[in-house]
């Protein structure tokens, strides 16, 4: 779960594993902490520069099954303590999960459509055994969807999450 490196992921679909990733190892690097601070520590935390592309890769080529969103909130007084060492290691993901991946991975280019659908639900549905009733809109499955403006944008803040967690490191990103 939450793989942050290339190396992990090949590492696991050479042993016959599953992988899944998360969007804040797509998005951002070590390098990112400067700018950021605790709104972006996490754990397993972020790695090297250059890992988000490899990893983008893998994802598009089906090496890394979905992307989960790590779903971690806390309140702000638990995410900025004055310490980083203190500052609790989580954010929160459900909301900003979908936006991402279609704006960065399917409108950018990174994601085909059926890597996208995959990564956002076949996949999962497929790992925990659930593609009998989920991953896919076909007769007799359940009918979990998005609708989606293809032409609209999202401006991501944490204050407009419906989380508990406010601090994202996804703060005013344009998507």
Not at 27 to 46: C, M, N, Q, W
Not at 73 to 86: F, I, Y
Request: net charge neutral; aromatic share 10%.
């Amino acid at each position: 779960v939450h793989v942050g490196t290339a190396e992990a992921a090949e590492l696991l679909a050479a042993g016959g594993a599953s992988a899944e990733t998360c969007p804040h190892y797509l998005a951002f690097s070590v390098d990112d902490f400067a700018d950021k601070g605790s709104s972006l520590k996490t754990a397993p935390p972020v790695k090297a520069r250059g890992q988000a592309a490899r990893l983008w890769k893998l994802l598009a080529d089906g090496v890394i099954a979905f992307v989960t969103s790590d779903h971690a909130p806390c309140t702000l007084a638990e995410k900025n303590t004055g310490s980083v060492w203190n500052d609790y290691g989580g954010i929160p993901g459900t909301g900003t999960l979908f936006p991402y991946l279609y704006s960065e991975g399917y409108k950018a280019g990174r994601l085909s459509l059926p890597a996208f659908l995959r990564a956002t639900g076949a996949g999962a549905a497929q790992r925990y055994g659930l593609s009998g009733r989920k991953g896919s809109l076909e007769v007799g499955k359940d009918a979990d969807f998005v609708l989606v403006d293809p032409a609209g944008g999202y401006v991501i803040s944490g204050a407009a999450l419906l989380s508990k967690g406010t601090v994202t490191p996804f703060e005013g990103m344009s998507l």
